[in-house]
């Protein structure tokens, strides 16, 4: 399989893809990649004259990052948006929770930055 390694290191040289060129390099479908530039922000091609998406380097990486969270760790598109946010450095996004109140779930105060219950004060 190094030759398909291959070739998609060769095709992530370019600095601009078509949607196509990187649905085929993620194996992920054109409709996927649009619905998910709706669930992520920090997914955001940009457009052509013509009104084209072009995905920089850096974008086709997130996509790979994406499906990775969510095909093959099992995360929700809510847990994976949260989990991306809080790794990319979102100083508003980091925060460390505290264990929920004994006294029951529903005690426990949604977080504003995040939206989990837990004891943030």
């Known amino acids: 399989m190094a030759g398909g390694n291959q070739a998609t290191q060769l095709a992530l ?3 601009l893809y078509r949607i196509g060129e990187v649905s085929r390099l993620t194996g992920t479908k ?3 990649l649009r619905y998910w530039e709706t ?4 997914l955001q091609p940009v457009k052509s004259q013509s009104g084209h998406r072009l995905y920089r380097r ?6 790979m990052r994406i499906k990775r969270l969510l095909y093959d760790e099992g995360f929700t598109i809510a847990g994976a948006r949260r989990h991306l946010r ?4 979102n100083a508003a996004a980091r925060h460390r929770h505290r264990a929920p109140a004994r006294r029951s779930c529903s005690a426990a105060k949604r977080c ?4 989990t219950r837990c004891a943030v004060s």
């Open 58 to 63: 850096q974008d086709v990486e997130m996509v």
């Open 86 to 89: 809080d790794t990319n450095g």
């Open 13 to 15: 040289d370019k600095s």
């Open 39 to 42: 669930e992520f922000p920090m």
């Open 112 to 115: 504003s930055t995040c939206g």
């Open 30 to 32: 054109a409709f996927v």
